[in-house]
């Protein structure tokens, strides 16, 4: 069976902070184009996962290979170009507010690409991003202006801008309202689908997670406890996996 790309590969990792064993030979692949939720409970180690990934954190063993490359043997300037490749949408949204929509999209160009680079391309590259989350109209104005589904959209148009090859996901709807969290989700399946992105997907909104998941991994206890599509687990008769599911 010929295997699809793996964009982040993750083997046998393990993080313990003192006594607290996080993340026990935990494991994943990430195809091209795929998006794939992971699943867990408050303190699960989602976040130290992801922070492993973007090497905030340094796992204690296993192995992180992101586009075939083992993160752990990269320096700090084959780290930022890889950072390229990797865009991440925080749930804070992280907009300078200080700074216009369109000052807010250049700020990834500027560490990426050359000034030369920027004076022929980043109006277009601004204004295509914009488009892609339709907020063209917003690239004047200020953060403070627009409304919370508006700043993630810009956020994930600032994500979008360097064109990466997967892009992470911290909680993208936690704290909007069902439509505007709707509508969001209906955002990421359209970026996907538009730049063939891959994306890991951490999140506890069922909307979210049935509306954009190709795949869902559970994280319990450290571990890939089980993994399928929102349909095969919902069924999964295991009561640990049935808890999230309880009164869908
Ligand atoms: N820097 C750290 N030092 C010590 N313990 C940590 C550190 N970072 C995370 N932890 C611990 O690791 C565990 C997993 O935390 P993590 O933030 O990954 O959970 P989570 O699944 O993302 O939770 P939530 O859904 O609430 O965001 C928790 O017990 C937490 O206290």
């Known amino acids: 069976m010929i295997k699809d790309k793996a964009i982040i590969e993750v083997d046998r990792l393990n993080k313990s902070f003192g006594q607290n064993h996080v993340l026990r030979d935990f494991s994943l692949q ?31 063993s296993g192995t ?18 890889l ?11 992280a907009l300078y507010d200080s700074m216009t929509i369109r000052q807010n999209l250049e700020f990834p160009l500027r560490r990426h690409w ?26 004047d104005m200020m953060p403070a202006e627009l409304s919370g589904g508006m700043r993630k959209r810009i956020a994930l148009a ?6 990466p090859k997967v892009i992470l996901y911290d909680e993208p709807t936690t704290g909007l309202d069902p439509i505007t969290g709707r509508e969001i989700s209906e955002l990421m399946n359209r970026i996907q ?16 997670i049935r509306m954009t998941a190709n795949r ?29 599911f309880e009164g869908l």
């Open 30 to 60: 990430l195809s091209e184009g795929e998006n794939l939720v992971i699943l867990g409970k408050s303190g699960s180690g989602k976040s130290v996962l992801i922070k492993c990934i973007i090497r905030l954190i340094e796992p204690d």
């Open 64 to 81: 992180i290979s992101i586009l075939d490359q083992d993160i752990s043997l990269l320096d700090q300037d084959e780290m930022d170009l």
């Open 83 to 93: 950072r390229a490749d990797v865009g991440f949408l925080f749930q804070s949204n």
């Open 114 to 139: 050359t000034k030369e680079e920027r004076e022929l391309k980043a109006e277009s590259a601004v204004k295509e991003a914009l488009e892609d989350v339709g907020l063209l109209h917003t690239i």
């Open 158 to 163: 600032r994500t979008i801008i360097l064109k």
């Open 193 to 208: 689908e538009k730049y063939n992105t891959a994306s890991i997907i951490i999140s506890h909104d069922m909307n979210c």
């Open 216 to 244: 869902i991994i559970m994280l319990i206890e450290g571990r890939n406890y089980a993994e399928g599509t929102f349909e095969n687990l919902i069924k999964n008769q295991d009561p640990k996996v049935g808890d999230f």
